[in-house]
């Protein structure tokens, strides 16, 4: 059985930043593309950031590019992103998500964790 186990959220200012984790189980790890997601209420689930297998490069979302930094530890099964200069818009529950070719649609996914909650206040 496949696990995401996303970690890190919480409550904090603008200008504020927070590390995200994503631990794996269950999955070989380095074969798999790996995506942070985010959806706030009353929205659809938007991609964040995505990081590719085999030392591959990352993509960003236009709204996160210059703040936040995805990284990937193949040999601890885990994913992260680095976010700095929060602002109260990237107030959302953040998933990560694994997939054979992942890249920003949540259909090239196959796996998703259960979210953790980041509310950034002004």
């Known amino acids: 059985q496949v696990q995401l186990v996303e970690s890190g959220g919480g409550l904090v200012r603008t200008g504020d930043s927070l590390r995200l984790s994503c631990a794996a189980a269950g999955l070989t790890f380095s074969r798999y593309d790996m995506g942070w997601f985010r959806q706030a209420p009353g929205k659809e689930r938007e991609f964040v950031a995505a990081i590719r297998r085999n030392a591959g490069g990352t993509l960003y979302a236009d709204s996160v590019k210059g703040r936040f930094t995805i990284s990937r530890d193949d040999d601890k099964n885990t994913m992260y992103v680095q976010m700095n200069t929060l602002k109260p818009e990237d107030t959302a529950v953040y998933y990560c998500?694994?997939?054979?070719?992942?890249?920003?649609?949540?259909?090239?996914?196959?796996?998703w964790g259960q979210g953790t909650q980041v509310t950034v206040s002004s």
């Open positions: 998500a694994a997939g054979p070719k992942g890249l920003l649609f949540t259909t090239d996914y196959d796996y």
